[in-house]
């Protein structure tokens, strides 16, 4: 079976500052992994998808993550945060076998000026 | 645009009712999904379809039924409405079953069950 763990249910940072939001996985075969942003009173929208392609992904607004199979993670960063960057991420897993999806918990990211 | 809706965006139920959440979608997809968001749990799968007269039970599906009579619509209903079952719902959907899908969310319908 597949699951998430998502370290850490709330990260604060300031403006400009590194983000980290920190996703674990465990899968008995390849996984593909997915993250997601939800924004107050909003549906989820995908911010970047790991496919077995290229294991460093980018994804819209300034988002990265980078697949290791070596520590099961695929930890969120953006170089510099911005306000509207406050929101909460959630990190999912899929396999080829197409169930739906495995979230984790999910993470709140505060930004202060 | 194609799109996910759900209807109504907010409700208000008593105890033992029955109540039917609305998913419509104009992307054309095979499957679709219903999830609820708790504090705390993230979000959980409840029913899923991969196709019209498909349904499937998720992880947390006691006390819920779907029905899919086409493509476009995936209504959940709640048999017997209890309290523990206040909480905010989700529906997706996506184009096929791979795993490398993208799900794409409808806004969500926030359910108090009083």
């Known amino acids: 079976a597949q699951s998430v763990t998502q370290l850490g249910s709330h990260v604060s940072v300031s403006e400009g500052a590194l983000v980290l939001l920190r996703c674990n996985y465990s899968?008995?075969?390849?996984?593909?992994l997915f993250w997601y942003v939800q924004y107050p009173n909003q549906g989820l929208q995908l911010l970047l998808k790991?496919?077995?392609?290229?294991?460093l992904v980018k994804g819209i607004n300034g988002f990265e993550a980078e697949f290791k199979k070596s520590e099961t993670s695929f930890h969120l960063t953006k170089p510099s945060a911005h306000m509207s960057d406050a929101a909460e991420y959630f990190c999912?897993?899929?396999?080829?076998?197409?169930?739906?999806?495995?979230f984790g918990k999910g993470t709140t990211l505060s930004v202060s000026s | 645009d194609a799109e996910i809706t759900q209807s109504p965006r907010h409700k208000i139920t008593e105890t033992g009712r029955q109540v039917t959440l609305a998913c419509h979608q104009t992307?054309?997809?095979?499957?679709m999904f219903w999830y609820r968001q708790d504090l705390g749990h993230g979000l959980r799968l409840i029913h899923y379809s991969y196709g019209v007269q498909d349904t499937n039970k998720g992880e947390v599906s006691d006390g819920y039924s779907v029905s899919r009579s086409n493509t476009e619509d995936l209504p959940l209903t709640l048999e017997s409405a209890a309290s523990s079952q206040t909480s905010v719902y989700f529906c997706?959907?996506?184009?096929?079953?791979?795993?490398?899908?993208?799900?794409?969310f409808g806004p969500g319908t926030r359910l108090t069950v009083l």
């Open positions: 992307w054309n997809h095979n499957n």
């Open positions: 997706a959907s996506s184009e096929s079953g791979r795993g490398t899908d993208t799900q794409y």
């Open positions: 790991y496919t077995s392609a290229a294991t």
């Open positions: 999912a897993v899929s396999v080829e076998a197409g169930t739906a999806l495995i």
């Open positions: 899968s008995s075969v390849p996984p593909y």
